[in-house]
Every structure is written in structure tokens, then in C-alpha cells.
């Protein structure tokens, strides 16, 4: 979807936008209706069927690091597939911004710790990183892109201290990363983080240099 004008032979900026567990692209792409930057979102679908909506990858039992390492990393070689399609595809300027909610967010996190050099940008959302990678992009601090994430502080499906755990490392580590914690916030996306997300998101797309 192209907002604030933006027309599709335009060179955009580019932000792939990763829905959460159960979600789908149609309802997550609400999220950019009203976005007030020109920019190119490609919200993409994950591919297994899981409730009404999808899944990017499976999840195992319970506890701070229950996500399935082994297939993040398969969720994360696909979407590294789409956007080189996506790259060949679409006018761009720069390297696109990764996001995502939840399920999404984890695997923005993840491709930021893979593929560091494939984006500009990761803008988390209620998500977080497995032991694994946190220890892998915490080694690779000074390569990571700059990590803007969003988190309700009283999330009881992906609990924050994990978050604030991985984005702390990396900020010690040297990376440009940050965390924005809305108190009482649960499992989802409020008008105030809404607010801040894409001011912020606006601010780095406006800011992507060419190339």
C-alpha cells in the first residue's frame, strides 16, 4: 500500500510490515492507513494458517524464551527470499525498514540480528529475541541497524523484561537501539503508542538517505 500520496512509480521509501500470530495482512495493514509520510508498505501474509488468520512460525511450550529458534530462522530465510523479490520488484530509496507486531516483531528483531545489512531500520512492536540472538546481535552490536521497539509494560502474552533485557544489551553493546514502555499496557497497539510509532517511523523514513 503507498500513503501521503505516494504514487507506485514513485522511489519511496520502502517499510515490509510483519503481522502478528493469528493476524493477517489485510487486518494489520489498517495500522499505515493514515500514515502522514509518502512511503511504500509491503505488508506481507504469513504462510501457515493458524485460527482466522497466520502464522510465521511455531511456538513451544511456555516461559521468556518459548519461541522455536529453529523455525525463526526458517521464517526469517523466507522473508529474506521476499525481499529480494520485493527489492527487484518495487522503486525504493535505501534499504527497506522491517516491522512488525508480536509474532511480527520477533522476526523484525531476528532479521535484524541475521541480516543486519539488509535494512535500514527495525521497529519492533510487542516483541522480543531468543537467548540465541540476543547473543548473536549483542556480538554484532556495531553492525546492527538502528532498533526502535515498542512494548506495554503490562503485556501478558510477550512479557517486556525480555525486550528491555535484549535492548539494554545491545545499547551497552553500542548499538543504536531503544525501548518505549507504555505503562498499563497489555497485548496490543494503544492510540499513544500508535502516536509514537509512526511519528518515529516518519522521522527515520524521512531521514533514509538514497541508494
Known amino acids: 500500500m503507498l500513503t501521503a500520496g505516494a504514487t507506485p512509480s514513485d522511489q519511496a521509501p520502502t517499510v515490509i510490515a510483519l503481522h502478528g500470530l493469528g493476524d493477517n495482512a489485510e487486518r494489520f495493514s489498517h495500522l499505515f492507513r493514515d500514515f502522514a509520510h509518502p512511503a511504500r508498505f509491503l505488508v506481507v501474509q504469513a504462510p501457515t494458517p493458524y485460527g482466522d488468520g497466520y502464522s510465521w512460525f511455531s511456538i513451544r511450550g511456555s516461559g521468556s524464551d518459548r519461541h522455536d529458534g529453529a523455525t525463526i530462522e526458517d521464517a526469517v530465510a523466507r522473508l529474506v527470499q521476499f525481499m529480494e523479490y520485493a527489492k527487484a520488484r518495487y522503486p525504493s530509496t535505501g534499504k527497506p525498514v522491517i516491522t512488525g507486531f508480536s509474532q511480527g516483531g520477533i522476526l523484525s528483531f531476528a532479521v535484524a540480528a541475521l541480516h543486519p545489512e539488509r535494512i535500514s531500520a527495525c521497529f519492533p512492536i510487542a516483541g522480543t529475541m531468543t537467548d540465541e540472538l540476543r547473543a548473536l546481535a549483542t556480538m554484532r552490536a556495531?553492525?546492527?541497524?538502528?532498533?526502535?521497539?515498542?512494548?506495554?509494560?503490562?503485556d501478558p502474552v510477550i512479557g517486556v523484561q525480555q525486550t528491555r533485557l535484549a535492548v539494554n544489551a545491545l545499547a551497552r553493546a553500542g548499538a543504536d537501539a531503544e525501548l518505549h514502555v507504555y505503562e498499563a499496557l497489555g497485548h496490543h497497539i494503544s492510540a499513544e503508542l500508535k502516536r509514537d510509532y509512526s511519528h518515529l517511523l516518519g522521522l527515520r523514513l524521512s531521514a533514509a538517505p538514497a541508494g
Open 142 to 154: 556495531s553492525q546492527l541497524p538502528p532498533i526502535v521497539a515498542f512494548h506495554g509494560a503490562a
